[in-house]
């Protein structure tokens, strides 16, 4: 993979955390190992015109335009996710595109029928999600037969940050692996857990994904901030969190796998 530098009320409080959350998630889309793994989720999951295809967790509506793109008039493409500023974001960003479909939903329980889609995909969605399992089985139940889903996820146990005190980092990257991610190792798992949710496996690929930019990393990966949440959850001393934050310094390197799996129904 390509060096990734070319890659006062509560109301007011969550509606600036969300608009952090809409920058976050354009930001990597934008980078170009965003842009690489996302086109290769595109051509495994071989759009057609008149597909209908949909979007787990669709966020702002990142990548529903390419997905418009590929269906074309005729077809049409559901964007689901369950946070309403995001949602809200995506109607606004859609709503020139008369095949675009917007709804607000959890991905435990797709609102959708069954076998009503052509073609589904799920973009770093399984881990943050209370289970993955669940989540895998509705998207078999919603998928038609012979249809196709595309699955991206890092494997944030396979984190590496160089730093002179090994240990100190490691004890950084363990923590967000276990305590920040949900399902810090869902990378790994997703063709075993595709397979029990009775999906045929057609590919699997890891990608590594490297940070040579520390200013890059600290808005994709965010070690300072993640470092001071790490000292007040007791996973590094105040000390050490201050100590590994120093000692991130240039040359930088940092490091995870990022999986992605075309299967079928």
């Known amino acids: 993979m390509s060096d990734p ?8 409080a969550s509606s600036l955390l969300a608009l952090t959350d809409v920058a976050y998630l354009d930001r990597a889309a934008a980078s170009e190992p965003g842009r690489e793994y996302k086109a290769r989720l595109l051509t495994g999951l071989r759009l057609r ?24 008039r005729r077809g049409r493409v559901i964007g689901v996710d369950r946070d309403r500023h ?13 095949c675009v479909e917007i709804r607000i939903g959890d991905a435990h329980d797709l609102p ?3 076998a009503s889609v052509d073609r589904a995909r799920a973009d770093r ?3 943050h999600v209370q289970s993955p399992a669940d989540v895998l089985a509705e998207l078999r139940r919603v998928l038609r037969p012979g249809g196709l889903v595309a699955l991206a996820e890092p494997d944030w146990d396979t984190l590496v ?8 980092s490691r004890a950084y990257t363990r923590y967000v692996a276990t305590r920040v991610i949900r399902n810090g190792a869902i990378g790994r798992q997703l063709p075993r857990l595709a397979e029990a949710a009775g999906l045929a496996v057609v590919d699997v690929e890891a990608i590594p994904i490297v940070f040579r930019d520390r200013a890059l990393a600290e808005k994709i990966l965010k070690p300072a901030s993640v470092a001071a ?12 969190a201050r100590r590994f934050v120093d000692g991130l310094t240039e040359p930088f390197l940092a490091m995870f796998t990022l999986v992605t799996l075309i299967a079928g129904a």
């Open 112 to 114: 959708l029928h069954g």
């Open 125 to 127: 969605v399984l881990m």
């Open 229 to 240: 949440r790490a000292a007040a959850d007791g996973a590094l001393t105040e000390a050490a």
């Open 49 to 72: 015109p008149g597909h209908t295809v949909l979007d787990v967790g669709c966020g702002p509506a990142t990548d529903l335009g390419e997905l418009a793109t590929a269906v074309g």
């Open 86 to 98: 995001m949602v809200d974001e995506a109607v606004r960003r859609t709503s020139a595109q008369a």
């Open 161 to 168: 940050i160089d730093h002179e005190d090994v240990e100190t």
């Open 5 to 12: 530098k070319k890659f006062a009320t509560a109301g007011l």
